[in-house]
């Protein structure tokens, strides 16, 4: 979540002509915490709906579907309050605009790894844990045996 994120707040940086500074270093800590709040929510929730008993794959298209709109919302509300701040042009908009482009920024490619990349590895990763476990199984099993 984290690098995407920071990437998209430099790209936004970059786009504006806005210069890395203390605010927009306040801004990457915010875009921080929402971007891993995020992730951690659709993880968890992808780790309720596979214990629900579901196979994987319905899992994780359960599981990413309804996190879907609490995602989106969370992402959209921070971006759209933010837009106020990073196209202010008044006095003293200097410090704002940088901490709020950062925030703006970042959080589209953020949302984006949110709402379709981890699900995607979430579903690689357990099945490929899963595909590990039945090859190690019969070796326990031999091993008992013997």
Avoid: K, W
């Avoid at 605009?97 to 590895?121: M, Q």
Wanted: cysteine-free.
């Amino acid at each position: 979540m984290v690098p995407l994120a920071t990437l998209g707040g430099l790209i936004a940086l970059h786009l504006t002509g806005t210069t890395l500074n203390v605010a927009s270093g306040v801004g990457f800590i915010a875009l921080f915490g929402v971007a891993v709040l995020n992730g951690v929510i659709m993880v968890a929730n992808l780790n309720r709906a596979r214990d629900s008993g579901q196979p994987l794959a319905e899992a994780v298209l359960a599981g990413a579907a309804e996190r879907l709109r609490p995602v989106l919302m969370t992402a959209t509300v921070a971006t759209v309050g933010m837009l106020p701040a990073a196209l202010a042009t008044g006095v003293g908009s200097d410090v704002q605009r940088s901490l709020a482009t950062v925030v703006a920024g970042g959080l589209v490619p953020a949302t984006l790894l949110t709402l379709f990349i981890i699900p995607t590895f979430y579903f690689a990763l357990e099945r490929a844990a899963a595909r590990r476990a039945a090859r190690a199984a019969p070796a326990v099993g031999t091993a008992q045996e013997s």
